[in-house]
């Protein structure tokens, strides 16, 4: 009950025309909290205004039309116009499931059916309590941030190492390798580390070396002279330069060829560059930071990437954490797109409904971050009421299929049909298979004996 897990009792707003039926539902709820009493829309409005309840029951069928729900809806809309976080509680006529719908739609955050059953009533109420214990917390906790760190949200520890690693070798010159799964937020960090450095008035040039083809990729990053090839009818300085005085950010560093490692390896050791098809040294102040979600000790261990170069860009490694293992972050994470994108798309959503928040929260959100949020901007779209249902996000069938599973076994389960997914995309080819997943042909050889598909 919300006394023994809080201390001080929540308001609740009984909104009911039949003072035999608010009386006995005063009496049975007064003790877990602090009820309220009006018995049409004026005097339920006023004293949401006046006492700010965060839970309501509302009866649908109100004076002067109690056979009917027109005024009920009124007091719905009027109510939620007051407080967009309060959780009401709509009670309709028996097996009046179309109005009970419409409520839901429309920002309710439950349904109740008469006759009511007061055991079943109060563990709906503390539920709703519950969720605005947390939804308040979260929001006390945004408006302390003012914006989180740098762009980005979190208060697990996990994140508060993040920061404080930032922190400290951001005024420095020392290169950073970030270490995280697709989606963590590297690049974020990135960021985060050039506007706390003192090149912060400089440049920050983001380049992905997976995503340009490798025989355009030593141009793009160290530019070339006229002539240097067929095509290059003008002299272009590359990414390199273009970060002078400033940062420049090698994501996906792995995917980085031998030979350029060699070239980029020589740029950290002496802080010059060759342009493509040029004999002149040009000389280049710029902070690497890079990023990677490779097992870079594999790729060690193969000889595909360089040792020499591993240890002059993970001066300073920081791991970012997958978004499974940042509880408390979730629930303010998803808080804080659904405000975004609400507002981006003049929506008028304000929150989630119960089994939503649940999947949320208990979703393992193999995308991290970058997944939420999409997921999110989707649900944001696609919702028909103030808050975000289950099938809004596209979980519903998703997240049901890991509810009956310990962590354990739901993170074999997503890793043997990623496993089985890139096998199949790939043909078999081990290879092709490992790269696809952003892991090395070891370590994906160590995933199929740990599931037994050996």
Avoid at 49 to 73: A, M, N, S
Avoid at 123 to 149: D, I, K, M, P, T
Avoid at 215 to 228: I, M, P, T, V, Y
Avoid at 343 to 350: C, D, H, I, L, W
Wanted: glycine share 10%; hydrophobic share 40%; proline share 5%.
């Amino acid at each position: 009950m919300p006394t023994a897990e809080y201390g001080e009792r929540l308001k609740l707003l009984l909104v009911e025309d039949d003072e035999a039926v608010r009386s006995q539902m005063r009496w049975a709820l007064s003790e877990d909290y602090q009820v309220l009493q009006a018995g049409d829309r004026p005097a339920a409005v006023a004293l949401m205004r006046r006492e700010r309840p965060p839970l309501v029951c509302l009866d649908l069928g109100l004076p002067p039309e109690p056979g009917g729900v027109g005024e009920g809806f009124q007091a719905l809309d009027e109510l939620l116009q007051e407080d967009a976080h309060a959780k009401i509680v709509v009670i309709t006529g028996q097996g009046d499931r179309a109005n009970a719908l419409r409520a839901i739609r429309q920002g309710a955050y439950d349904f109740f059916s008469k006759p009511i059953e007061l055991d079943t009533l109060q563990v709906v109420l503390a539920r709703a309590g519950y969720l605005y214990r947390l939804e308040e917390e979260n929001r006390r906790l945004r408006s302390q941030w003012s914006g989180g760190f740098e762009g980005m949200l979190g208060t697990s520890p996990q994140m508060e190492e993040v920061f404080a690693t930032i922190r400290k070798v951001a005024p420095t010159h020392a290169p950073v390798l970030l270490v995280g799964e697709s989606g963590t937020g590297k690049e974020l960090a990135a960021r985060a580390i050039h506007r706390r450095s003192r090149r912060s008035q400089g440049p920050f040039i983001p380049i992905n070396c997976g995503a340009i083809p490798e025989n355009l990729l030593e141009s793009e990053l160290f530019g070339h002279e006229k002539g240097a090839f067929t095509g290059a009818d003008r002299t272009r300085p590359g990414q390199v330069e273009s970060a002078q005085g400033g940062t420049l950010f090698l994501d996906e560093i792995g995917e980085l060829p031998p030979a350029l490692q060699v070239k980029l390896l020589r740029f950290l050791q002496d802080g010059q560059i060759q342009r493509v098809g040029g004999r002149n040294f040009i000389s280049v102040d710029a902070r690497i930071i890079a990023a990677t979600n490779a097992d870079l000790d594999g790729l060690l261990r193969e000889g595909k990437f360089r040792e020499d170069l591993f240890y002059r860009i993970a001066v300073v490694v920081i791991r970012m954490p997958p978004l499974r293992d940042r509880g408390e972050d979730i629930p303010l994470l998803a808080q804080s797109f659904l405000e975004h994108y609400a507002q981006e798309a003049g929506r008028s959503v304000t929150g989630f409904a119960a089994d939503a928040q649940r999947a949320v929260k208990e979703y393992l959100w193999p995308g991290n971050v970058r997944e939420l949020e999409n997921r999110i901007r989707r649900a944001v779209i696609l919702s028909e009421g103030k808050r975000i249902r289950l099938k809004d996000l596209g979980l519903d069938k998703t997240y049901a299929r890991y509810t009956a599973m310990t962590l354990r076994e739901a993170r074999e389960t997503l890793e043997r049909e990623l496993v089985e997914a890139a096998l199949q995309r790939h043909d078999g080819n081990i290879s092709r298979a490992a790269d696809d997943l952003g892991v090395s042909r070891p370590t994906f050889y160590e995933l199929m004996d740990k599931l037994g598909m050996r």
